[in-house]
């Protein structure tokens, strides 16, 4: 990495993201990427015709769960802000998922990891962002370092 | 029998994250008593993992499919280790809690077991 870049702390090392409760959201982003890439996975290699909307939104929100882990492990400020905007998108997509599953039912032959809102999950599909996005601001540029 | 496991290694994995709670509340790190009891859970989950395939191999099947029963049998297994190698990089009471909330993630996943298998 060269020195100018601009996710490279002063010290030389991109800021950490996984220091502290942020080893927790790895874990559970962890976790969330087996749950839902094995689960998608093998629905969409053995019955993708008999729900291929729930199927595949369960393969991106795998998807979405592999690159906010990486993003984690990676840390630096664009690894933040890509992280930010990623965990915007989870939480946007488990609303919006869980919504139109209470609404429209027969939309989704069977559940995807979104389904109400994660239930299925112990809601740790809906927590999961809230507290993400939480932690990544607090580790903003300038924010208080201090506390951490 | 395979269902007293399922019920043995869930109550075990609940215990650990009651018993790492209990430290990150201290706000202390994991330590090595701590890693005893990930390393009987893992047994636990391994014995779990032995006597699994070998119900398979012996001709009996579980009441749902078999790729999603091995599948969690080998999740189960590498569940409690993945959380302890987080917390010996994070030495600090999260790290206490990360392995507390991969207990609770092992018996979530027991009790998917319990169902798969079938009483």
């Known amino acids: 990495m060269t020195s100018g870049e601009p996710d490279v702390a002063p010290g030389g090392r991109r800021e950490r993201l996984i220091g502290g409760p942020g080893i927790v959201l790895v874990w559970l982003y962890g976790v969330m990427v087996v749950g839902a890439v094995s689960r998608s996975a093998f629905q969409i290699a053995t019955d993708f015709g008999r729900a291929p909307l729930a199927y595949a939104l369960s393969a991106v929100a ?10 984690l492990v990676r840390g630096g400020e664009t690894a933040r802000r890509a992280a930010l ?42 927590l999961l962002p809230v507290s993400a996005l939480y932690w990544l601001r607090g580790r ?4 208080g370092r201090a506390a951490a | 029998m395979f269902d007293a496991l399922t019920l043995a290694t869930g109550v075990a994995a609940l215990l650990l994250a009651a018993w790492c709670g ?3 509340y201290r706000d202390q790190p994991t330590k090595d008593w701590h ?23 012996r001709g009996e099947e579980p009441t749902q499919s078999t790729t999603i029963f091995v599948a969690y049998l080998l999740g189960a297994f590498a569940c409690v280790p993945a959380a302890g190698f ?28 319990y169902d798969i298998w079938g009483a």
Do not use: H, N
């Open chain 2, 22 to 24: 209990w430290a990150a």
């Open chain 1, 85 to 126: 905007v990623c965990c915007v998108a989870e939480l946007v997509g488990v609303v919006t998922v869980g919504t139109w599953t209470l609404v429209d039912p027969s939309a989704f032959p069977d559940s995807t990891v979104w389904s109400d809102f994660g239930v299925g999950y112990l809601f740790i599909p809906v």
């Open chain 2, 35 to 57: 890693f005893i009891g990930m390393a009987v859970v893992t047994v636990l989950a391994l014995v779990q993992l032995v006597g699994g395939i070998v119900l398979l191999v």
């Open chain 2, 86 to 113: 987080l917390s010996l990089a994070e030495r600090t009471k999260w790290g206490s809690v990360t392995v507390a909330a991969g207990g609770v993630v092992l018996a979530v996943l027991e009790v998917r077991l």
């Open chain 1, 140 to 143: 903003a540029p300038r924010a």
């Open chain 1, 62 to 71: 795998g998807l979405v769960y592999g690159f906010i882990t990486y993003t």
